[in-house]
């Protein structure tokens, strides 16, 4: 892959040449922060319950750190990519704002409720189908946040223009972690892909995405991962695993000790750190300790990233890279350990379990609902299920596109409004 392609600014719509001194990428990343998609993310749970307190992260403030780690990751690259003489007489300062923008929408086609949502609308069309409601042609339908996103940037955002928030092929290209289709994901050698990225539907647009940027096919709807999509994806591996350490002992979940021993462990921190996390806790207070470790971890991470990028430069150039980043650098045994400890001690917590079930079971009981008009619009409550989704007539001219706006809709909520309907419409509480 070549940088020339790789930092292609032409975008959807065919435009690419823009007055002004901002670059395209610039306006992409301003393009995802103003949009309500993204606003939307500080009312969608990263993992810890919305309003326990006011320092835990959302999906908002997460995508924010992701965003910041993310361009120093890019800044790193650049360095690497100019000492091998690799810029083409290509200006890589694009880097820091393509990653950024990318990193900044990496969560946008998440559902209300974080995983437990996207289990429920899957639950919900599967037992839909095997019940009768939902008509077959839905059987194996998976909801996959990355591919929603995906839909999102290039489609919902803009439905009258068909071009989303019309980003660079760029962007789009770093923003899509997992460059396959559903059908293509399992097949060979594509397995190395752990989730689909594009819907069906959409592998003619990112196929015009991978073109553009120069991305290898490694099957017939599949593509090698453009470059910068493996810096958004360490860069939400630091700061998820990370910030959910501080967040869960901020909220009473885990032991001062063990946060600090974990953020040690991803820090590499030594008896002079520890002391002045102990300096840190003596004269502000417990938090301030733990938010040093932090900062000292986030830092020794994007230290050990540069030097995998180092390592792995060409076989990211060559579409050959098929782990993560994180995966393949001298970080893997800690970032391994310090994830058992999560799911041990933090995602099994009562508190999160609670709010996981309480989601489920909200986007569960909506859907329900909600397919009745998909299947049969003129049912009594048609009519008014559509006007309570918003429904134009674009969205009532078939079954297929009945079902895609319920999904874009309900997964567009935010936690909030998805409480507030549910109860609104069942009298449930």
């Not at 997460?62 to 990751?73: D, I, K, P, T, Y």
């Not at 350490?245 to 009473?252: K, L, N, Q, Y």
């Not at 909200?362 to 049969?376: A, N, P, R, S, Y």
């Amino acid at each position: 892959m070549k940088w020339k392609d790789l930092l292609n600014g032409e975008r959807l719509s065919g435009g690419s040449a823009e007055a002004g001194k901002r670059s395209a990428f610039n306006r992409d990343y301003g393009r995802v922060l103003y949009s309500s998609a993204f606003r939307r993310l500080q009312d969608k749970t990263q993992v810890f319950p919305l309003g326990r307190n006011d320092y835990v992260r959302t999906r908002l403030t997460h995508s924010l750190e992701v965003e910041n780690v993310g361009r120093a990751l890019a800044l790193e690259l650049r360095e690497v990519a100019e000492q091998r003489n690799d810029a083409q007489g290509v200006d890589l300062s694009a880097m820091g704002d393509i990653v950024a923008a990318a990193c900044l929408a990496h969560d946008i086609g998440n559902p209300p409720f974080g995983h437990s949502g996207e289990e429920a609308i899957d639950a919900a069309i599967r037992e839909a189908v095997q019940a009768g409601i939902c008509h077959a042609e839905q059987a194996g339908y998976r909801f996959e946040g990355n591919a929603q996103g995906f839909r999102l940037l290039t489609r919902i955002c803009d439905p009258i223009k068909g071009c989303g928030l019309d980003l660079t092929v760029a962007t789009l290209g770093a923003f899509t972690k997992y460059p396959c289709s559903p059908a293509q994901q399992q097949a060979a050698p594509q397995a190395r892909y752990k989730k689909f990225g594009i819907n069906a539907e959409d592998v003619g647009t990112f196929r015009r995405v991978a073109e553009a940027c120069g991305l290898p096919a490694l099957g017939e709807s599949c593509w090698a991962r453009h470059p910068l999509a493996f810096l958004m994806e360490a860069a939400d591996d630091i700061s998820y695993l990370i910030a959910d350490i501080e967040d869960a002992f901020v909220s009473g979940i885990i032991s001062y000790e063990e946060a600090l021993g974990q953020l040690a462990r991803l820090g590499a921190l030594e008896q002079r750190h520890l002391d002045t996390a102990a300096a840190e806790t003596r004269a502000l207070g417990p938090q301030s300790g733990i938010r040093f470790a932090r900062a000292m971890a986030v830092g020794h991470c994007i230290r050990l990233l540069r030097e995998t990028m180092e390592a792995q430069y060409e076989a990211m150039m060559e579409g050959s890279l098929d782990r993560s980043l994180m995966k393949v650098s001298a970080l893997r045994d800690d970032y391994e350990a310090v994830s058992r400890f999560s799911r041990q001690h933090i995602y099994n917590h009562e508190s999160v379990m609670k709010i996981e079930i309480t989601g489920f079971n909200v986007i569960h009981g909506l859907l329900e609902l909600f397919l009745h008009w998909v299947e049969k619009p003129e049912h009594a409550l048609g009519p008014r299920i559509a006007a309570v989704l918003h429904a134009r007539p674009e969205h009532t001219v078939s079954r297929a596109a009945r079902f895609a706006h319920m999904i874009d809709y309900v997964s567009g909520m935010t936690d909030s409004y998805a409480m507030q309907m549910y109860t609104g419409l069942t009298g449930r509480s």
